[in-house]
């Protein structure tokens, strides 16, 4: 166990208890969850910082601070999410798998922050999942999903699944693709080790659903998007 994996457990992690204990208190006083966001916004730059990851942000002047999105980005390391909280500028919410809200404190916290857990597979309950997603949208909050639904074990972009894409085409709420690059060899899948090193986060213009005939397009045209940018700066990296 290195030094970055010691500071995780020993600092990274009582911290994050602790302000989900704090978001709790919060998400009664403000049940929008919007007390909540810059809170794990804070988080997420402590993280990189306590654990030696730079962060690199191009694309900041590409987006609206004051409108809602759905963000999409590709997927490769645990770092993804404190990094997308910590570099995104907007009122954020994540779209996670339902098993976290079973969490003692975290899972309630996040609930009551309006995030989006979703059973996987295809049925009713992972469809109303979309539709809440889109909801929180209409509501005036972005949603982030990871559209390849798992991590990618060597950084390489899997296919997107059609599902994260319903969120905006329900919604009308244009696509904000981000790519990551270098997370993968930050935290490497299926391995608790933690790394030095620097991450790239690059955001590409948003992207207007309403400008395709239907979702598969939709979807095609955010996966070009971050697999160009994901082949240009890994290879510049």
Known sequence: MNLQTLLFFLVILPVMIIGMSIGLLLN???????????????????????????VEVTGQE???????????????????????????RLNLRFV?????????????ALKGAGYVLIKRGQNREALQSLLDAANRI???????IFPEGTRSEDGRLLPFKRG????????GAPVLP??????N????????KIRKGKIRVIIGDPIDPTSFSNIE?????????????????????
């Open 28 to 54: 009664l006083i403000d049940p929008s969850g919007n007390l909540f966001y810059p809170m794990t916004a804070w988080w997420g730059r402590f993280a990189a910082r306590i654990l030696g990851i730079k």
């Open 62 to 88: 590409r987006y609206d601070n004051k409108k809602a999105y759905l963000i999409v980005s590709n997927h490769a390391g645990m770092a993804d999410i404190p990094l997308i909280l910590g570099a995104i």
């Open 185 to 192: 060899l930050i935290t490497p899948k299926k391995s608790l």
């Open 138 to 144: 209409r509501e005036g909050k972005s949603i982030h």
């Open 217 to 237: 397009e939709l979807q095609q045209a955010a996966y070009d998007v971050i697999s160009k940018n994901l082949e240009k700066h890994s290879q510049a990296a």
């Open 178 to 183: 981000v790519t990551i690059v270098g997370s």
């Open 164 to 171: 994260a894409f319903m969120i905006a085409w329900k919604s």
């Open 96 to 108: 996670a798998k339902e098993e976290l809200g079973r969490i003692p404190i975290f899972g309630w």
